[in-house]
């Protein structure tokens, strides 16, 4: 690929930034786009009789992409259709060049698969080097993993990212958290990877063990898997003393590496565009939206060999902006993916997500980071229960302090919320903890 070179700023500064790529104009990143979207809806056409069905459907043939904005005649890609054609069906390459497989269970049925050829884990690699040169990582850093290695694509993917970033990797793996606190005052590792809610699980086990995050190696957090809101992530810089950047990513389009978050621009999250074509549109109608409406992100693989999803429905929420960056990045910016359209709840008629939960939750004094929500229609009228956790020191026998804090959490609740939950206290260790992506909500309505 050619970029102009263009000047670069000295805040760029890290082992893994490509001026040429990363600090392109936005004409010379669309025109690489462009040649990419092209060549990539040809080969899908050939080669994935599933697509060139859809093309057939929708009367459009990859010649009619002339511009960026042609994109919208292309098909939409989804989770079913992996599942119809489960599990090659939309492969594009030899299945003797596919090298490895991941897969995401999904709450239901089969899990959908994904493959990768040689030059897909290459591509995947560099996306994730460049997310962790965002975030200040440099291959004199020790990165302790605490994703799992299995078909997830967290594990695995960070971890040959920053191996190609040329970091002493500890591939500790999810789970064993006195072993993890044990391995990085051994191994003074610099860098956790982890998701969000384990890391704050970390943090609880470590104080409760005396463990001192202040004075221990530890400088950055690369996170993602799940959202982390603005105050998890405050509280996890605070009680572990490091910077934790929020990287985001599906399986459908390789894993983590679309998109990560610079140390500039805390809330935001720079698109690798020269791998990635993005959309937003609006979930109902289909249709795009202006630049920085809120809607569902929409992702074309330019590059993807095995498995290119064209116009991929990822069901995450976002906006995107092309404003220029602090870093001097040029690539587009997505805000923290803040739900998924198929997570909202609708408690009586309000449109509620779990993580307007969790932002009213994190920072009350005396609450653990651990919290579940629970629907159900026993009564005939839906009912919200939130329980809560105390940390050891808020908990106390007074029935009156209790029923204080209680109220003051429903409030919080009800403001943020417009709806007034039920609220249960419990004792200190009474949710159960997840090694991996946290488990929120257990709808028990039954549905008329
Ligand atoms: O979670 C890929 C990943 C692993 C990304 C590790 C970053 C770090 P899946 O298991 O297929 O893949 O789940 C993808 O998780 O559609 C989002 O709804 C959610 N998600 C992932 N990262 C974030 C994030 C991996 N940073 C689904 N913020 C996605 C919010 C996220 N949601």
């Known amino acids: 690929m050619e970029f102009d070179r263009i000047e670069v700023s000295d805040r760029l500064q890290g082992n893994y930034f490509d001026p040429g790529i990363e600090?392109?104009?936005?004409?010379?990143?669309?025109?690489?786009?462009?040649?990419?979207?092209?060549?990539?809806?040809?080969?899908?056409?050939e080669r994935v009789p599933w697509y060139r069905e859809r093309f057939g459907e929708l009367g459009v043939r990859p010649e009619d992409i002339r511009t960026l904005e042609d994109v919208r005649h292309l098909p939409f890609t989804d989770?079913?259709?992996?599942?119809d054609t489960y599990p090659f069906g939309l492969c594009a390459v030899a299945l003797d060049d596919v090298v490895r497989l991941h897969s995401s269970s999904g709450t239901t049925g089969k899990?959908?698969?994904?493959g990768y050829s040689q030059r897909d884990l290459d591509v995947w690699s560099e996306c994730i080097a460049r997310l962790a040169t965002m975030a200040g990582v440099t291959r004199a850093d020790r990165v302790q993993m605490a994703f799992g290695y299995g078909?997830?694509?967290?594990?695995?993917?960070?971890?040959y990212g920053c191996e190609k970033l040329g970091c002493m990797i500890v591939p500790a793996g999810s789970g064993n958290t006195e072993r993890h606190l044990m391995m990085i005052e051994d191994y003074k590792t610099t860098v956790l990877i982890?998701?969000?809610?384990?890391?704050?699980?970390?943090?609880?086990?470590?104080?409760?063990?005396?463990?001192?995050?202040?004075?221990?190696?530890?400088r950055v957090g690369l996170f993602g898997g799940e959202p982390c809101t603005p105050g998890m992530k405050r509280e996890i810089e605070r009680r572990m003393h490091?910077?934790?950047?929020?990287?985001?990513?599906?399986?459908?389009?390789?894993?983590?590496?679309v998109s990560g978050e610079c140390l500039y621009s805390r809330d935001h999250q720079h698109i690798a565009e020269d791998h990635f074509l993005w959309e937003v549109i609006d979930p109902v109608t289909n249709e795009p939206l202006p630049e920085g409406h809120e809607g569902e992100l929409v992702l074309t693989l330019l590059d993807k060999e095995a498995f290119p999803m064209l116009r991929y429905r990822t069901r995450d929420l976002t906006r995107v902006t092309t404003e220029p960056c602090a870093c001097g990045r040029t690539h587009a910016r997505m805000a923290k993916v803040r739900a998924r359209t198929d997570d909202m709840l609708i408690v009586r008629g309000t449109n509620i997500f779990p993580n307007q939960v969790e932002d009213a939750l994190v920072g009350i004094q005396g609450l653990a980071p651990h919290y579940r929500i629970v629907l159900d229609n026993e009564t005939g009228l839906d009912r919200m229960t939130v329980m809560v956790e105390l940390?050891?020191?808020?908990?106390?026998?007074?029935?009156?302090?209790?029923?204080?804090?209680?109220?003051?959490?429903?409030?919080?609740?009800?403001?943020?919320?417009?709806?007034?939950?039920v609220v249960k206290l419990l004792e200190p260790g009474a949710i159960e903890r997840t090694v991996g992506?946290?488990?929120?909500?257990e709808d028990k309505r039954e549905k008329s």
């Open 194 to 218: 982890a998701t969000p809610s384990y890391a704050l699980h970390m943090c609880e086990v470590g104080e409760s063990l005396g463990f001192d995050w202040a004075a221990s190696s530890m």
């Open 242 to 257: 490091i910077v934790c950047t929020d990287n985001y990513g599906l399986t459908e389009v390789n894993g983590p590496g």
């Open 151 to 159: 078909m997830f694509t967290g594990g695995l993917g960070l971890h």
């Open 79 to 83: 989770k079913q259709a992996l599942r």
């Open 437 to 441: 992506k946290s488990k929120r909500v």
């Open 23 to 45: 600090t392109a104009s936005r004409g010379e990143i669309h025109r690489v786009q462009l040649e990419k979207l092209r060549r990539q809806a040809a080969r899908v056409f």
């Open 111 to 114: 899990p959908i698969v994904i």
């Open 391 to 421: 940390r050891p020191d808020a908990f106390s026998d007074s029935f009156e302090q209790m029923g204080h804090f209680r109220q003051h959490i429903v409030d919080r609740l009800r403001q943020a919320l417009l709806i007034t939950p």
